[in-house]
């Protein structure tokens, strides 16, 4: 609690949950302190960011009022610590004052009045907390070793994990380059079947052309002898 001459301040810090995309809440407690109306006046240092409800007020001697302090939805995790600010101003006001009749110009110091001022800081907390972690077990062996050793654990299977996974990966390279080395061979080995078989094609057609010729000859002789010999017998 802090402890002002005319008014107290419960809590001296404004803590909010803080979780991305939702809006966060907290509460303050004003209490006038004195036997006279005060007058008060909440400001913060980013007021596009905070919303607070109600930001001024008249608080009745020995009353309290309570004040809403709403931080808007946030994209993106804010600075650490955090910069925001806020200052709350109190001041003492004639009996009878009402919120009406609160103006700027009352918390003005230039007037002499004397006006109270607290800053309050603000702080951000996790909006679900881990939950605590106890002292010991039911058989008396600290819960920090057996984390210790479940670390352990996790780290010895993430690393066979690591390795079948290497084993793995390098047999399969392995399968696929002698496959690509069969497939290499296999093309190698067709081409030189169709360079054979052309070949034979070759062969065989010039040995029917080689044949062709050798027999018209012996045809042409055999007419040749036939003639010479009617010429002889006429």
Known sequence: MSMGDLISIHPSELKFPFELRRQSSCSMQLTNKTEKYVAFKVK????KKYCVRPNSGIILPGSSCNVTVT???????PPEPCRDKFLVQ??????????KDITPEMFNKEDGRVVNEFKMRVIYIPANPPSPVPEGSEEGTPPRASSQENGNQNFEEV?????DTKEKSSEAWSAISKLTDEKSSALQQNQRLRQELEQIRKDISESRAGGFSLM???LVGLLG???GYFVKRG
């Open 216 to 218: 018209f000859v012996m």
């Open 159 to 163: 690393s066979r994990s690591l390795e």
């Open 90 to 99: 109190s001041v003492v006001t004639p009996d009878g004052t009402t919120s």
């Open 71 to 77: 931080m808007q939805a946030q994209k993106e995790a």
């Open 44 to 47: 913060t240092t980013n007021p």
């Open 225 to 227: 002898v036939l003639v």
